[in-house]
């Protein structure tokens, strides 16, 4: 099992930055990917940012040039940079990773932090 835990959520004015931490734990060894999704209320889940460990980033385009995915293999934490943030940003954000040993691919997900930007 891996554990995910989320920091760094709240309350932040339209143009302002907040930083979203994600430490894993528990069987780590074959985690691949690791990265953001969120859920608005009344949507469904989504995408946001994801970061192989290899490093290969991919972001969805609402996000592109305000939100930074970076990820420190050694301490087992992803980290969500996000800037110029919008009232559309207001969401639940989810840690995510992947775990793959052998043939076996197991998804794995954090309680979630919430992002409320105001206008």
């Known amino acids: 099992q891996v554990q995910l835990v989320e920091s760094g959520g709240g309350l932040v004015q339209a143009g302002g930055s907040l930083r979203l931490s994600c430490v894993a734990s528990g069987s780590i060894s074959g985690i691949n990917d690791m990265g953001w999704y969120r859920q608005a209320p009344g949507k469904q889940r989504e995408l946001v940012a994801t970061?192989?460990?290899?490093?290969?980033?991919n972001y969805v385009d609402s996000v592109k040039g305000r939100f930074t995915i970076s990820r420190d293999n050694a301490k087992n934490t992803v980290y969500l940079q996000m800037d110029s943030l919008k009232p559309e940003d207001t969401a639940v954000y989810y840690c995510?990773?992947?775990?793959?040993?052998?043939?076996?691919?197991?998804?794995?997900w954090g309680q979630g932090t919430q992002v409320t930007v105001s206008s």
């Open positions: 995510y990773a992947q775990r793959k040993i052998l043939f076996k691919i197991n998804d794995y």
């Open positions: 970061i192989t460990s290899g490093g290969r980033l």
